[in-house]
């Protein structure tokens, strides 16, 4: 039986998902070739989608890439559903054993965005609510995600970044980022050890889509060293696999 044509708002939005998919910008062609649709209707659809604030224009001219206002869109669902349901619920179950707060974050453009936060029940906190943002290159979650990126992802990215000093301990050149992802790659984890907030460490682990290859999101425990220090944050890592996998099921 022969499937019925797509609408032309569903074509619209099967289009948004070929860029998200590709994680990079995209020319006219390179859209054709991955949607398989004709030249003419693909433009067509990049056209309203760009004066719908939805893809933007690379400085080129040439290529299309999501918007901010997509990324809004997609942040908003998904911490909405991090919220109420079987995620949050994950998250609050892995403070209740780890005792520090712990979050889900995932990349947005060339930032870190928390979708979800719970605190611990300790009077000291970091304030980070659910649409915090923070830098890539210096957040545990954020390497994370650097790290599992293509070579190319991950040169675009970082490419078009300052990679501003926070702490003596930041990472600021691409050489020492570089070291640090085959690192992550070979130990299935990231820390943060104090290079974006003096006094707070960090660590996460991906959350993998539903294909169990490309990191979608990322869940972390943050302290004070005062109360635990990276070490012994690292000795949590297991049960942050635990809460991972969990969350990984709701994304299948």
């Not at 719908?52 to 299309?64: F, M, N, Q, V």
Request: hydrophobic residues 45%.
């Amino acid at each position: 039986m022969q499937e019925a044509p797509l609408s032309p708002g569903l074509r619209l939005f099967g289009l948004l998902e070929i860029l998200a998919r590709e994680a990079r910008p995209l020319t006219l062609a390179e859209a054709v070739a991955a949607s398989g649709w004709p030249k003419p209707s693909v433009h067509r659809l990049l056209l309203q989608l760009e004066s719908g604030g939805l893809l933007t224009r690379e400085p080129d001219g040439r290529r299309y890439a999501l918007a901010p206002r997509l990324l809004r869109l997609a942040e908003a669902t998904l911490a909405g559903s991090a919220q109420h349901g079987v995620r949050h619920a994950v998250l609050r179950q892995l403070v209740a054993d780890i005792g520090e707060s712990c979050n889900l974050t995932m990349l947005s453009g060339v930032e870190v965005v928390y979708l979800n936060r719970i605190e611990s029940a300790f009077p000291l906190q970091l304030n980070l609510r659910p649409g915090t943002r923070v830098p890539v290159h210096c957040s545990a979650s954020g390497k994370l995600i650097l790290a599992h990126m293509t070579q190319r992802q991950r040169a675009e990215l970082l490419g078009s970044l300052p990679l501003a000093r926070y702490t003596a301990t930041t990472l600021t050149s691409n050489s020492a980022l570089e070291d640090e992802f085959v690192r992550i790659r070979k130990v299935g984890y990231a820390v943060d050890a104090e290079e974006f907030v003096d006094g707070l460490v960090c660590a996460a682990v991906p959350v993998f889509g539903g294909d169990g290859r490309h990191v979608r999101c990322a869940v972390a425990l943050q302290a004070p060293v005062a109360r635990m220090t990276l070490a012994q944050a690292i000795e949590k890592v297991p049960r942050l696999h635990e809460a991972a996998r969990a969350l990984t099921r709701t994304l299948s």
